[in-house]
């Protein structure tokens, strides 16, 4: 007899994957079977390759907020790969779908729901992006990242974010040999997302004469961003870091890192001291901005907004947090980290008896 069959889907990015990881894990240790449904890009076959489960690319087109002459080509592909989507449901027969959201979530739900297969989709921001708002009509509940979220759905669940294992089991003592940080120096890590952020980069080398005085600056700066030529004492840069990462966090003293959901929440778990400077209107639809302001509110943060970021403010706010840690250090045990996992798990078992 076959096992259950839970068909996973998300993408885009690295955030609309990662944290479908630990639900995947869950599910094959229950014994279920677990496909993932991506784009043929090759970034989520690359993020669920260790994990050898099946595999399925499909053509999507990327959902925008403002007029394209490429939206409408992209519509023709959204249409191919809700068809593509289809048959992979047809012949899968999952018992329901997980969706993570990303442009390439719609098709699978919108197939989903054509083949009578319910979806239990996740929402990490404060307001759900286009793919997801476009979603909603077609699933039978949506777990939310935080209470905050403004959203208008039948059936919401407050699940948080499925944290992968590595980072809450990160040692710091290792993070710290990983990085080759001097004996006695403290960790300043800076991190710019997935795929880096040139202009938090910018503000980190122009502030390193002062950072690398207190801190050894541990520089996570994105795929093509390190400067070969900027070596210096107490400097490390990297484009991204993998399976040391959780060990590196573990280390750190202090978090620059840009707001984006999943990074905020981990940090917001892990109960790291932080300097958040998100993405400006400019660049994003704002979600990062929401999602900073709502941990300013709760005094989980200190927030750097990047339009008025210089160098020298980079430098005062690092000076500022670090006059008064046990301030920050409180403010944050009274985020309550949830067991998400789990309860991401029992709704997609509860929605799957229906």
Known sequence: MQPKHVVVTGGGTAGHVIPSLPII?????DGLGVSFIGS?????????????????????????RYLSLENISDMFRVVIGIKQAFILLWRLRPVVVFSKGGYVAFPVVFAAWLNRIPVVAHESDLTPGLANRLCLPFIKSLCL?????????????????????????????????????PEGTRLLVAVGGSLGATAL???????????????????????????????????????????????????????????????LYELL?????????????????????????MAER??????LPEETATPASLVNAVQFVERDRDYWKQNL?????????????EELARVAKR
């Open 269 to 293: 778990t892990l109960r790291k001291i932080n300097i958040l400077i998100p993405l400006s209107r400019r660049a994003s639809r704002g979600d990062q901005i929401e999602n900073a302001e």
């Open 145 to 181: 990242n935080f209470a905050e979220t403004k959203v208008r759905t039948k059936h919401t669940l407050l699940t948080g974010t499925a944290v992968r294992s590595d980072l809450m089991q990160g040692d710091p003592q290792k993070g710290r040999d990983w990085v080759a940080a």
């Open 298 to 303: 709760h005094r989980w943060s200190f927030v």
């Open 25 to 29: 894990e869950r599910l094959l240790e």
């Open 40 to 64: 043929t890009s090759g970034l989520e076959e690359q993020l669920v390759s260790h994990l050898n489960i099946d595999f399925y690319g499909i053509t999507t087109g990327k959902l925008r």
């Open 201 to 263: 980069n910018t503000l980190v080398r122009g502030a390193l004469d002062t950072l690398t005085e207190s801190f050894y600056v541990v520089h996570v700066c994105g795929a093509g961003q390190v400067v070969e030529s900027l070596k210096r004492p107490n400097y490390a840069q990297y484009e991204f870091i993998a399976d040391a990462w959780g060990d590196v966090l573990a280390a750190a003293d202090l978090v620059v890192s840009r707001s984006g959901a999943n990074a």
């Open 333 to 345: 045990k009274t985020f309550t980290p949830r067991d998400s996992v789990t309860l991401i798990y």
